[in-house]
């Protein structure tokens, strides 16, 4: 097989074993190949590689050639946590999410269109393989980018007046591709599910929107529903609204990064529920201490503020397992799972 | 073992219907002709037998396997050429034989195939996105022959390429045959199937209306022979004429047409025909016979205009 002209494989006989062991393994596999080698072909997949680059390494780069501060003086120190609190992680949750809509709305439907699904169902693919290929091989084509761009972002914090923690750094960058994969993978996955690529763009718009604005008027409804309807409340009630914002890939990777950059884990579920969102509401003082006591497993105190009204704040370290950030992390894939098999299961059903 | 078995096949799409309760066998080893004009229904038969569509009723094996089943299996050992696809802009002649053979776990050359349908190294090594209609045809022949499939499903092959391209297609299909694999080949025009099948079906509006040999169906249209005769009347009304043919046996059909007469006959009579005719006080000035071709056979059973022949470019 030619592989002289592709520079990311055949590199040497170990990646070629891997790559008939992948082969072999997974009937994916294939599909996902082509998918990425027909991608980074593309004109778009380079300028999306320069846009991740300059989106992540400016403020550095600001900070290194044109000697600004960015914080106070002598805030080298925290100023990379500083930046992602404050810079990278709306640039992440905003802007990711669309590109990746962007790359993934027509993967499946365009080539329905088109036509060459055909070619692809007419090799011994099935439509599963088609799917799963999709959904891996648009992963990679956004995935390889943006890591390249996390990659000089490291080495620019390295070379610049601010610190760089290699260890807070990995975990972001991990978090980062973690959400930027689950917003692909869900709009591969819309793409499968519908027959062109315009219903494609609403469904998944429709998605981002409620991800993005949405969710927390949601789950503040399903809350009340609870409670008002079905009598479940107090510590029931919270469990459950908590676990559904975490169901939000969004808030999951905020959550994380929060924990991350120091506030720990309990304190960043907490604050959860202390985060704006267009139609969520505020929470009375009692329903944070239970937030806080009953699902956190921290010690509620109420503190007073400056107006002269009361806020409870969250002491403690870690919550139940099941709060944890590995199972929050592990959460952000649920949708990823919910998807494919609706799309798996909607396109198996349709005539093509 | 049937190659292709279709059984009570329906196919509606809303309130359209398809496909009628289709049944078709085709044996292992033949290259069998899928003839009817477009929108008959072939395309939507050869897409249920790649499981690309679902019959509403009745269903199909391919290789002794069922279709929505072990549809996977089925395309394992079966080369595709479908109709309505488009390729990969971005990928190169190679980078989609590559794909095929990969995907189909074959250790076919890609060289050798793109030759074999007349692609150049250089052509190969260019962004299909570029290809011509032919070119892309050609390309996509060449994946369906990776890995020397048992079965070749060929949805109306002929379509983009140039005579020369027809001539070729056709070499592969009986090269491929002599090789051992059936030959599903749909069209909707007559010379292609009639040069190269060994059965031919004829779908009509979602019925299969005929089946047999190329050499059965001329026999059960017409088994005639045509023969145009022209007249010089001198003044004798042709009708005599048309009265003297009809009287004799082995004569099915007369057609009068100013001056000229068109009559089906049986092959071997063409010699009394003449004779009867000049017996009469008729001048034959010219006459031609012609054997009925399989285009008028198709026209005898569809009823319709013979398939526009494609203008090839």
């Known amino acids: ?352 | 073992m049937a190659a292709i078995e279709l059984d009570g096949v329906t196919k509606r799409f809303g309130t359209v219907t398809a496909l009628a309760e289709v049944d078709l066998t085709v044996e292992e080893g033949e290259i069998f002709g899928f003839l009817g004009p477009n929108g008959a229904g072939k395309s939507t038969c050869i897409n249920i037998l790649l499981d690309f569509v679902r019959p509403t009723e009745g269903g199909a094996e391919v290789l002794g396997r069922d279709v929505r089943e072990q549809s996977t299996a089925i395309r394992e050992r079966t080369g595709v050429l479908p109709e309505g696809y488009d390729v990969y802009d971005r990928l190169t002649g190679y980078q989609h034989l590559e794909f095929a053979i990969e995907t189909k776990d074959a250790d076919s050359d890609p060289s050798e195939l793109l030759e074999r349908v007349g692609l150049s190294e250089d052509e190969g090594k260019r962004k299909a996105g570029g290809y011509s209609k032919g070119m892309a045809q050609r390309l996509v022949l060449a994946m369906a022959l990776v890995g020397e499939p048992e079965l070749l499903i060929l949805d109306e092959p002929t379509s983009g390429l140039d005579p020369n391209g027809a001539r070729l297609m056709r070499d592969i299909v009986r090269e491929e045959n002599e090789r051992g694999a059936t030959v599903f080949f749909s069209s909707h025009i007559l010379s292609q199937v009639e040069a190269v099948c060994d059965t031919v079906g004829i779908l009509q509006d979602g019925e299969l209306i005929a089946k047999d040999t190329v050499d059965g169906l001329r026999e059960a249209a017409t088994g005639d022979t045509k023969l145009l005769v022209t007249l010089d009347a001198d003044g004798q009304s042709v009708d005599d004429a048309v009265d003297v043919v009809t009287a004799l046996d082995n004569v099915s059909g007369v057609r009068p047409d100013d001056g000229r007469l068109t009559i089906d006959c049986q092959g071997d009579a063409k010699m009394d025909v003449l004779n009867a005719i000049e017996d009469a006080g008729f001048a034959v000035e010219d006459f031609e016979a012609q054997e009925s071709s399989l285009e008028d056979l198709f026209a005898t059973y569809t009823e319709t205009e013979p398939a526009e022949v494609t203008p090839e470019q």
Request: glycine share 10%.
């Open chain 1, 1 to 352: 097989m030619s592989t002289r002209d592709n520079p990311f494989e055949g590199l040497n006989g170990a990646l070629n074993a891997a790559d008939n062991q992948l082969r072999d393994t997974f009937g994916w596999y294939t599909v996902a190949k082509k998918e990425f080698r027909d991608a980074s072909r593309s004109k778009g997949l380079w300028l999306l590689t320069v846009v991740f680059v300059s989106v992540f390494i400016l403020p550095v780069v600001l900070a290194l050639y044109f000697s600004i501060n960015l914080v106070s003086r002598g805030g080298a120190d925290i100023g990379m946590q500083l930046l992602i609190s404050t810079y990278y992680l709306n640039v992440v949750t905003i802007l990711l999410p669309i590109i990746a809509i962007f790359i993934g709305y027509a993967a499946i439907s365009k080539e329905r269109t088109s036509g060459s699904l055909k070619l692809l169902l007419s090799l011994p693919n099935s439509r599963r393989d088609v799917v799963l290929g999709k959904v891996f091989g648009r992963c990679a084509v956004i995935a390889v980018p943006l890591a390249v761009a996390l990659g000089l972002g490291a080495l620019f914090f390295a070379a610049s007046n601010i610190a760089l923690k290699p260890g807070i750094y990995a975990q972001f960058s991990l978090f980062t591709l973690a959400l930027t994969v689950v917003f692909v993978a869900i709009a591969v996955s819309i793409s499968g599910a519908v027959s062109t690529n315009t219903r494609s763009a609403i469904v998944n718009f429709i998605t981002y929107f409620y991800f993005a604005f949405g969710w927390n008027g949601i789950v503040n409804g399903i809350g009340s529903f609870l409670s008002d309807y079905l009598g479940i409340q107090g510590s029931a009630r919270w469990h459950i609204v908590l676990f559904a914002k975490l169901l939000n890939p969004t808030q999951a990777y905020k959550t994380l990064t929060n924990s991350m950059l120091g506030q720990g884990s309990l304190s960043a579920r907490f604050g959860m529920f202390s985060q704006g969102g267009l139609l969520s509401s505020g929470l009375s003082n009692e329903a944070l201490t239970t937030v806080c006591g009953s699902v956190l497993g921290g010690s509620p105190a109420t503190q007073e503020t400056q107006f002269g009204t009361t806020r409870v704040i969250c002491e403690g370290s870690t919550p139940a397992p099941y709060f944890s950030d590995v199972a929050v992390f592990l959460y952000m894939f649920v949708w990823v799972g919910i998807a494919a098999v609706i799309s798996y299961k909607t396109f198996n059903l349709a005539d093509l």
